[in-house]
């Protein structure tokens, strides 16, 4: 248990709900403020509290969510009655798909006065309990405490995921006369996973004869993974019983892309991944919902291959799949326990030097064909070529964020992670765009209070960039020194490229941004901003902007505007449109 650090007394419940923030040890919190948020406000500022003005909620609560992601501690997002409320709902639903603890607290109208057209007044939690893992509201001030307390358990406990703290404006400044000890909180539910399970024994039984019979057995991790903590548990199983291992864009970074055992990016953007996967006796999938990009729209696993689905929540095995085993359970205690049934059948750790001679193989093979693009000296530059310098640039702490859209597909694909953690950052949870800037916010913070000294780079097209360009304004306030690459190809490039694939060159429609110097924006905001026209600039212009260490870097790379060029590879959707289905 923490003690207590407040000493009670008579006080409102904003500022209660600020005195149990604190004795959690929340780190940065995002928001804006409303009448109904002032005592909240009021407290954190007593408190010296870091709290930092956004311009839109829901860029307030991606930051939160990229905080979360990197600390494992549900970070704190805030919005006031109404329109506030309503604008945090993107953002909560991607950590509740993504499985980010996050507390989002808001306001709401006065209980004597609701229903009676107050101004911004709406259902707001109707709107939002869909958009949360669980939604609290807080009718009492004597329960702020409690109630909290509630808000992490749920938070971290289980699959993690946002809370809702729904506090009327009554309640938020009304008062009540506390205890000292009602101001606590259990240590373990500050961070997630705050509970961990296991399978059932003669499961785990069952998914280890499976093993130790397969001769070509293949992992399939997904971001559950690092949900729980469990890359290194992962990394010694695939390299003691010799198990290759792909993942998600959400599970990259589980295994170093440049070691042995991994295989890469599998569903719909694949380097050997999807073809090794077809020759496999055996699959176990773990932390992975085998949702629509990673079976490359429901194509893969192929029927008929043995299945081992391993997941925290149980609705997620066999969703569409044929599962020859479920194993319910946390990701880390799960391999665990696999991990000596496994051996005492095998009796011992395995090789397989004909399966790993075959994949190191392939790997050179996919090389040479992606080498074209890697090394193209094409100007406006290549996506593939961008890639290519963040390799060359990127040191093994350093930290990749990619926006939804199709920088998180180039990045998956053709970024290479050096270490094992949370190195690269990927909004899959709901992919929407203009996650760049908020999460570059975000994971700053986070690796300034975790002490690591690697460079945050954040990757968003110019269309993302639009719909979150004012948290340029947070960022120099929070001073984080990242580098947002900006891939400027004045479009809307996922978009414009699938109305390429489907209906043929010339078929654009509203599509087209307008091309804009990125660089001089950002200078106008305060930052750094540097444009790169030409692929032989663009490791300078990396080198240059990590020496920026006071404020953000824009670096506006000009991309090619060739909407044929704009994706890594056809989109599956396209070849089903083309075969006569309706496109999704």
């Known amino acids: 248990m923490s003690s207590a650090q407040c000493k009670g007394g008579r006080m409102t419940g904003g500022r209660a709900l600020a005195e149990m923030l604190k004795i959690c040890g929340v780190g940065p919190m995002f928001g804006m403020g409303g009448f109904q948020m002032l005592p909240f406000y009021e407290g954190i500022r007593a408190l010296g509290m870091e709290h930092y003005l956004i311009t839109d909620e829901n860029n307030g609560a991606l930051a939160a969510d990229a905080y979360a992601r990197m600390?494992?501690?549900?970070?704190?997002?805030?919005?006031?009655?109404?329109?506030?409320?309503?604008?945090?709902?993107?953002?909560?639903?991607?950590?509740?798909?993504?499985?980010?603890?996050?507390?989002?607290?808001?306001?709401?109208?006065?209980?004597?006065?609701?229903?009676?057209?107050?101004?911004?007044?709406?259902?707001q939690m109707e709107l939002l309990r869909p958009c949360v893992k669980e939604l609290i509201r807080v009718e009492v001030v004597a329960r702020v405490p409690e109630l909290v307390r509630r808000a992490f358990a749920v938070a971290t406990g289980g699959r993690p995921g946002p809370v809702l703290l729904d506090l009327p404006e009554d309640v938020m400044h009304g008062d009540h006369e506390f205890k000292p000890e009602d101001f606590y909180v259990n240590e373990r539910i500050l961070s997630a996973p705050s509970i961990r399970t296991r399978p059932a024994r003669a499961s785990v039984s069952e998914a280890a004869d499976m093993l130790a019979k397969a001769k070509r057995?293949?992992?399939?991790?997904?971001?559950?993974?690092?949900?729980?903590?469990?890359?290194?548990?992962l990394n010694d199983f695939a390299q003691e019983f010799a198990i290759p291992v792909a993942y998600t864009m959400?599970?990259?970074?589980?295994?170093?892309?440049?070691?042995?055992?991994?295989?890469?990016?599998?569903?719909?953007?694949?380097?050997?991944?999807?073809?090794?996967?077809?020759?496999?006796?055996?699959l176990f999938v773990i932390g992975c919902k085998l949702g629509e990009i990673a079976s490359k729209r429901y194509e893969l696993p192929k029927a008929g291959i043995p299945l081992i689905h391993l997941d925290i929540v149980p609705e997620e095995i066999e969703r569409w799949a044929k599962t020859s085993v479920a194993l319910w359970g946390d990701a880390k205690e799960s391999l665990l326990d696999i991990a000596p049934v496994l051996r005492k059948k095998l009796g011992g750790p395995v090789s397989r030097p004909e399966y790993f001679a075959e994949i190191k193989k392939r790997k050179a093979d996919w090389f040479e064909v992606a080498r074209a693009r890697y090394e193209s000296n094409e100007a406006p530059i290549n996506m593939g070529r961008m890639m290519a310098e963040l390799?060359?640039?990127?040191?093994?702490?350093?930290?990749?964020?990619?926006?939804?859209?199709?920088?998180?597909?180039?990045?998956?694909?053709?970024?290479?992670t050096k270490s094992v953690g949370r190195t690269f950052i990927a909004n899959r949870g709901f992919a929407s765009i203009g996650y760049g800037i908020p999460a570059a916010i975000g994971v700053s913070l986070a690796s300034k209070y975790g002490g690591l000294k690697g460079p945050v780079v954040s990757v968003t097209g110019d269309g993302g960039l639009n719909m979150s360009i004012g948290e340029l304004d947070t960022a120099m306030r929070a001073k984080t020194p990242f580098i947002l690459l900006v891939v400027n190809n004045a479009a809307s490039g996922y978009v414009r490229?699938?109305?390429?694939?489907?209906?043929?060159?010339?078929?654009?429609?509203?599509?087209?941004?307008?091309?804009?110097?990125?660089?001089?924006?950002?200078?106008s905001y305060g930052c750094h901003g540097i444009r790169v026209e030409k692929p032989e600039d663009l490791q300078?212009?990396?080198?240059?902007?990590?020496?920026?260490?006071?404020?953000?870097?824009?670096?506006?790379?000009?991309?090619?505007?060739?909407?044929?060029?704009?994706?890594p590879a056809a989109d599956n959707r396209a070849l089903a449109f083309r075969a006569g289905d309706r496109p999704v």
């Open 250 to 282: 959400s599970g990259k970074g589980v295994v170093s892309d440049t070691g042995d055992l991994s295989v890469g990016l599998f569903g719909r953007y694949s380097r050997i991944a999807n073809d090794l996967m077809d020759g496999a006796d055996c």
């Open 391 to 416: 390799n060359k640039f990127m040191p093994e702490d350093g930290v990749l964020i990619v926006d939804g859209g199709f920088a998180a597909h180039w990045g998956a694909l053709l970024y290479d």
């Open 217 to 233: 057995p293949m992992i399939l991790a997904g971001g559950g993974v690092h949900l729980s903590q469990a890359q290194q548990a």
């Open 540 to 567: 300078d212009a990396l080198r240059q902007a990590a020496n920026n260490t006071d404020k953000p870097t824009v670096v506006d790379v000009v991309v090619t505007r060739d909407p044929g060029q704009m994706l």
């Open 497 to 523: 490229a699938l109305q390429h694939a489907f209906y043929g060159e010339g078929c654009y429609q509203s599509s087209a941004i307008t091309d804009t110097d990125y660089a001089a924006v950002a200078r």
């Open 71 to 123: 600390t494992g501690r549900p970070a704190v997002c805030d919005g006031t009655t109404g329109p506030g409320a309503a604008n945090l709902a993107t953002g909560l639903i991607e950590s509740l798909n993504a499985g980010v603890p996050v507390i989002a607290v808001v306001g709401d109208t006065h209980r004597a006065h609701s229903w009676k057209n107050m101004t911004q007044e709406a259902r």
